[in-house]
């Protein structure tokens, strides 16, 4: 199995296992700047007003609200929220993410997925479930490779399932994976809220919750969501714990403020670690909640889950931050107008996963892309590319993918895998082999350097 995931995988690499450079996916945009590189709020506000006075009715009917319940309001409220109003994604929206920047980054998360599933042992289904898709780019060049891939994927019955908030962002999802092949689906106890089918007649359904997607093998792919969730915000003071809270600012009847709750709340008390050292910390308690899910549907129906992601190792303190037009945009201010996000503590999802899952990882952007043959396929493509304009762009994507002061550093993998994806294959029984070591587990690609047969 080893020398076979070898030999593909340089196959896949070296020979152009896809289409070669087509400028309008290849490099999707310029590479304009990222949620990281980020410098002075912007000038002027063109907010809608209502989020703002939806925000203080509530405050002024329930009292301060934690960041977590502002946070959730913001960006998922079903009528006003961020995401369920805006398509925020690319150089005239807010931000910009690595699948939106090059082909690449979805083409060797394909291979990736492929090579997970040959580790498993080629289950007969294979589910590909996307968390927060955005565009459906990576999808899209995800499902590129499965279908360049045909041969190695064989008889495997393949579907794509995404959980998705913003009813505007499915729309897009839609277009781009299945044209016009899907339609909502309007019974009232189904899951699916629509469904539709590629070019390739692989069937696509939506859901708004992970709960919903239908048990069975799965490779879960989460890039950029993560952050999204909502995060709690605690202050250790001189009383011990305390929740930090929003309010409205009494000086200033529009404008919101943060304030520490005078006593413990249910979050102070059961989120903060024990033996915690930082004076500041913020818990995704909805993010924790979603590993656990994947975690148990990992165990109990096999697959994997590569999460990807700005984060740390639960040493960093104060990150909640807002992106407007490519700005850092003050949290507070026209709440609704611009994205909200914090770094994910990947210590938390380790710990929330348990004991059941084997994870690896985080390891850097840029390490994983070089252990995956990001170089190799980058060859390939500039190999094949002769206009001189689309050649720049290739390799400006792939600085800003791969350079350690661009996002080479500072967004990570983290994966979830089934505890036999690492356990060392037995030895035949009757066999004398004391002398030799048992055989290694087979390596996973992207955490370890792929070694070319
Ligand atoms: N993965 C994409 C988009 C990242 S933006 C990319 O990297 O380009 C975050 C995505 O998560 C959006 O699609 C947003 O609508 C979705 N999202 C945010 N919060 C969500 C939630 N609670 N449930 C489901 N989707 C959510």
């Known amino acids: 199995m080893r020398a076979l995931l070898c030999v593909k995988a340089q196959q896949l690499l070296s020979r152009g296992f896809i289409h070669p450079v087509r400028p309008s996916t290849a490099v999707r945009w310029q590479a304009a700047p990222s949620k990281l590189f980020c410098s002075s709020p912007p000038d002027g506000n063109n907010t809608p007003p209502s989020m703002l006075r939806h925000l203080t009715s509530k405050i002024k009917a329930t009292g301060p609200i934690p960041v977590a319940e502002y946070m959730r309001e913001v960006l998922t409220?079903?009528?006003?929220?961020?995401?369920?109003?805006?398509?925020m994604l690319g150089p005239?929206?807010?931000?910009?993410?690595?699948?939106?920047i090059s082909q690449i980054f979805g083409e060797l998360i394909g291979v990736w997925i492929i090579s997970e599933w040959m580790g498993a042992g080629q289950p007969k289904q294979l589910q590909l479930v996307e968390l927060g898709p955005g565009k459906?780019?990576?999808?899209?060049?995800?499902?590129?490779?499965?279908?360049?891939?045909?041969?190695?994927?064989g008889g495997a019955s393949v579907s794509l399932h995404l959980v998705e908030v913003s009813p505007a962002l499915s729309l897009l999802q839609a277009q781009n994976l299945t044209g016009n092949r899907s339609q909502e689906a309007d019974a009232e106890d189904d899951p699916v809220y629509r469904r539709g089918e590629t070019d390739a007649g692989l069937p696509v359904s939506w859901y708004h919750q992970l709960d919903d997607v239908p048990t069975g093998f799965s490779v879960f792919v989460a890039h950029e969501f993560f952050d999204a969730l909502p995060i709690h915000k605690f202050q250790r003071t001189e009383k011990g714990w305390r929740e930090v809270l929003v309010?409205?600012?009494?000086?200033?009847?529009?404008?919101?403020?943060?304030?520490?709750?005078?006593?413990?709340?249910?979050?102070?008390?059961?989120?903060?670690?024990?033996?915690?050292?930082r004076d500041h910390v913020e818990v995704s308690a909805e993010g924790g909640v979603i590993v656990q899910q994947l975690a148990r549907r990992i165990i109990e129906d096999g697959g994997a889950a590569l999460i990807i992601d700005y984060g740390h190792n639960g040493t960093k303190t104060d990150t909640f931050r807002g992106f407007k037009g490519h700005q850092l945009h003050d949290v507070l201010a026209s709440p609704g107008s611009a994205d909200l996000t914090a770094d994910v503590d990947f210590n938390y999802l380790r710990r929330m996963a348990g004991g059941g899952v084997a994870c690896l990882g985080p390891v850097t952007q840029r390490t994983f892309l070089k252990n995956m043959g990001i170089d190799t396929r980058m060859q390939v493509l500039l190999r094949n590319c002769s206009d001189p304009s689309t050649r720049k762009q290739l390799i400006s994507s792939y600085n800003m993918l791969t350079n350690p002061a661009k996002m080479g550093e500072r967004f990570h993998f983290f994966s979830l895998l089934h505890p036999s994806r690492l356990a060392k294959p037995q030895k035949p029984e009757g066999l004398k082999l004391e002398k030799k070591k048992s055989p290694a587990p087979l390596p996973v690609a992207g955490f370890t350097e792929l070694k070319f047969a």
């Open 136 to 153: 459906g780019s990576l999808a899209s060049d995800v499902l590129r490779v499965f279908s360049q891939l045909q041969s190695v994927l």
């Open 77 to 87: 409220n079903p009528v006003k929220g961020y995401y369920v109003r805006n398509n």
């Open 247 to 277: 309010d409205i600012d009494p000086e200033k009847p529009d404008t919101l403020r943060f304030v520490v709750a005078p006593a413990p709340t249910l979050a102070s008390t059961s989120l903060v670690q024990a033996d915690e050292t």
């Open 92 to 100: 005239e929206g807010d931000f910009i993410t690595s699948p939106e």
